[in-house]
């Protein structure tokens, strides 16, 4: 490739860490993901309550597992995401990257949250008890303070730039925690179940349920890719609001 | 296909309870993101078209 050539497709990529090109993207992208998204949970959920086989072990109560693991899953998959843009705007400095991280906080500890409820409620048929101090829940519990610290950090500076900086701080170093709730079954003796689904092995479910299971996964992730790109749009307009590319904007679309 | 009737569906086989307010909760909880954030894009949006109207075009 010459050197023209792959200046072109450099500029081409990092076009979008711009919030002026970026800005009309997100619109688009959570048009279309936030029709996707409650259309592919539809189906999972029917495949799940419908479909799926009653379990042999724990009667109908395991059929909480078609929100309960998708939704542990986005709580740990969010935060590398959110890591990761916080580290870009400790590194490359774009501006975007901090507001991208930030938009995906409360989106990130919604799911922690939903993880930890569905669990409690599917922990007390199971085991007798809403909550027990296992290895895996209190990894959890901490990776929702992670997530609230993140925010609470952020919104307690008001320089945003400086704000962006020290919450990202606290994003890569809480990244530490999220090998431990993944691996939490594995090190340690916990009460919480091993992973019915993994990376090396075949799932140890039934096909239908994995398929319920994936679907409702593939959804929520639409959705938080959806509702990010709303929110980061919000604040692009709050922090670029008096730049004139805004205004160019807003006067094309009144 | 799982269920015999409708009632059968919402006992869950006795555990209605946590099933369903797993589902309740879950549902709750989307919503009131969504509501959230659309309800702060339209405040950050007419706040600047409000903005734009005040200051003279250039």
Redesign the interface.
């Known amino acids: 490739m010459s050197d023209a050539k792959l200046l072109h497709a450099r500029s081409s990529v990092f076009r979008y860490a711009s919030p002026v090109t970026f800005f009309p993207l997100a619109g688009k992208l959570s048009r279309l993901c936030g029709v996707c998204a409650p259309l592919l949970i539809c189906v999972g959920l029917y495949i799940g309550?419908?479909v799926?086989?009653?379990d042999a072990q724990q009667?109908?109560?395991y059929?909480?597992i078609f929100?309960?693991v998708p939704?542990a899953w986005m709580s740990m998959f969010i935060y590398v995401v959110m890591a990761f843009w916080a580290a870009a705007g400790l590194v490359i400095r774009t501006r975007l990257s901090g507001m991208m991280a930030l938009a995906l906080a409360?989106?990130g500890a919604?799911f922690t949250?939903?993880a930890l409820?569905?669990g409690a409620?599917?922990g007390?048929?199971t085991w007798g008890a809403w909550w027990v101090w296992d290895a895996r829940l209190t990894s959890e519990l901490i990776l929702l303070f992670l997530y609230f610290g993140f925010m609470a950090l952020h919104a307690s500076i008001d320089d945003s730039r400086r704000a962006d900086k020290a919450a990202a701080i606290l994003a890569v170093t809480g990244l530490v925690n999220i090998p431990i709730i993944y691996f939490s079954v594995k090190w340690w003796n916990t009460l919480h179940q091993g992973a019915s689904v993994s990376f090396t092995n075949a799932p140890t479910m039934a096909a239908s349920m994995f398929t319920g299971m994936m679907l409702v996964t593939v959804g929520f992730w639409l959705?938080s890719i959806a509702?990010a790109c709303?929110?980061v749009?919000?604040l692009i307009?709050?922090r670029e609001?008096s730049s004139p590319w805004?205004?160019a904007y807003?006067?094309k679309q009144? | 296909?799982?269920?015999g009737s409708f009632a059968d569906?919402v006992q869950?086989?006795?555990?209605g309870v946590?099933?369903w307010?797993?589902?309740a909760?879950?549902l709750a909880?989307?919503a009131f993101?969504?509501s959230g954030?659309?309800r702060?894009?339209r405040r950050?949006?007419r706040?600047?078209?409000a903005?734009?109207t005040d200051e003279p075009?250039l």
Do not use: C, D
């Not at chain 2, 869950?12 to 555990?15: A, D, R, V």
């Open positions: 309550f419908f799926a086989p009653t009667g109908e109560a059929r909480i929100i309960h939704a409360p989106t919604l949250f939903i409820w569905t409620l599917w007390k048929p959705y509702i709303v929110r749009r919000s307009l709050e609001g805004v205004a807003l006067r009144s | 296909m799982n269920w569906f869950m086989g006795g555990y946590y099933v307010g797993s589902y909760m879950t909880a989307l993101e969504v954030v659309l702060r894009q950050t949006w706040r600047l078209q903005q734009l075009a």
